[in-house]
């Protein structure tokens, strides 16, 4: 295995320390070959359920034959191995017959984070980083914090003043991580990050591209759960993007080692005050055009610049994808949906089901299509959003029940 340059090729040595191309800036990934049998495989992987080994009870370290290896010892807490769990009302009011949640909120630190952390942190230790750092709109910054405090190495975590969920916050501090406040936004904080030229430092926002390979294996496990059968189609929020291409060059890369066969189209939803990629998607340009004051209640994917949109565009090229934007008003009741399932998540994994809607609605997508969506958050991740919409409903609902 080699690191890649996505644009002019460069090829870099697996382990060389190295966040853009060192030729022309651009993103950088992981070029994966394995030899085994598409048969052979899926028997491995599934035998490896029945062990008590640490990297064979991680869902991500399970799939290791497409993860960089080497490493002596990986820093896993047993992440991944989450669930799909069908959407009952909440799938029925979005006009679907066959919609499941892939709940990634239901990961050590409660969001998909952990599955790019387990081996973003790994490899931080490996090449013998003092202080691993990231800048976050909350989630990254609670996962870094665990995998580090784990890990044994410092954590520096760089965050917009004001903009996190108060949880979240409390999460990375629990985790024992220094936290540094930025007066702007998300990202400007990770401008200031990247302006940060302490030698000791390793870098692991989703431009590192270690995280996106344990990120991608959610479309792996999501695969062996439908016994290899894909959906129609795939759905996740999209904030800096870097899960969306996780998820597109794991379709990549096991349509070519004849794991799947048909590739589900991916359908990424933003928020419309944040909504770079809908809007370069919509008008068809081959440049991202950032959005300078990026606004959403889904704090989370606040993001106006976001660092992977070529490797999204590549993804929704390779899958016949889609892009879309819903307001907040259209989160929040797709969200309280959700909640009345009994599932659960985050306002910004809540796009997922508000796209959903709308593309139905639309009649771009067939009541009666296979369709997975991604929940990347747990609903304790920002209970603040729900206290501030519902408290006053929920508090005379209550006093109608007591009298
Ligand atoms: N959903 C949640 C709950 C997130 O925290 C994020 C990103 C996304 C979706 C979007 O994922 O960035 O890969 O497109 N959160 C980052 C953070 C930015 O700092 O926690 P993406």
């Known amino acids: 295995m080699h690191i890649r340059c996505i644009q002019c090729n460069t090829t870099l040595e697996l382990h060389e320390r190295a966040l853009a191309c060192p030729r022309c800036g651009d993103l950088l990934e992981i070029v994966v070959r394995v030899d085994r049998s598409p048969e052979e495989l899926k028997r491995v992987w599934r035998e490896r359920r029945m062990s008590n080994a640490a ?168 695969m062996e759960q439908l016994e290899w059968q894909p959906p129609d189609y795939v759905v996740c929020p999209g904030g800096n993007l870097g899960n969306s291409s996780a998820f597109g060059k794991a379709l990549e890369e096991l349509k070519a080692h004849g794991l799947i066969e048909k590739v589900p189209r991916m359908i990424v939803v933003q928020a419309a005050g944040a909504n770079p990629l809908y809007q370069t998607w919509r008008d068809g340009l081959t440049e991202l055009k950032p959005v300078a004051d990026p606004q959403t209640v889904a704090t989370a994917i606040r993001i106006g610049n976001p660092k992977s949109w070529k490797k999204a565009l590549r993804v929704l090229r390779f899958t016949n994808g889609m892009v879309l934007d819903v307001t907040d008003e259209e989160i929040g009741q797709a969200k309280e949906m959700i909640g009345r399932d009994g599932i659960g998540c985050e306002p910004a994994s809540a796009t997922t089901l508000a796209g959903l809607r709308k593309l139905v609605a639309q009649k771009k997508i067939e009541p009666e299509a296979t369709v997975v969506a991604i929940l990347t958050g747990h609903v304790l991740k920002d209970p603040d959003y729900i206290l501030k919409r519902h408290r006053p409903a929920a508090a005379s609902k209550a006093g109608v029940a007591k009298s």
């Open 55 to 222: 990297c064979d009870r991680s869902g991500v370290w399970r799939f290791r034959e497409f993860l960089p290896g080497d490493y002596q010892e990986v820093v896993t807490m047993a992440e991944g191995n989450t669930p799909l769990v069908r959407a009952r009302r909440s799938g029925a009011w979005a006009g679907l017959q066959n919609l499941q949640y892939k709940h990634l909120g239901w990961n050590p630190t409660a969001c998909f984070k952990d599955l790019g952390m387990t081996v973003g942190v790994t490899e931080a230790k490996h090449v013998g980083a003092q202080i691993v750092a990231c800048a976050s709109t909350g989630n990254t910054s609670g996962s870094l914090a665990a995998y580090a405090a784990y890990a044994g190495i410092a954590a520096r975590v760089y965050l917009p003043a004001g903009m996190v969920s108060l949880a979240k916050v409390a999460q990375s501090i629990d985790y024992g991580a220094e936290l540094v406040e930025i007066q702007g936004n998300f990202d400007q904080a990770l401008s200031t990050m990247l302006a940060d030229n302490d030698p000791r430092i390793y870098f692991l926002n989703s431009i590192n591209p270690f995280r996106i390979e344990g990120q991608k294996t959610v479309i792996f496990e999501m």
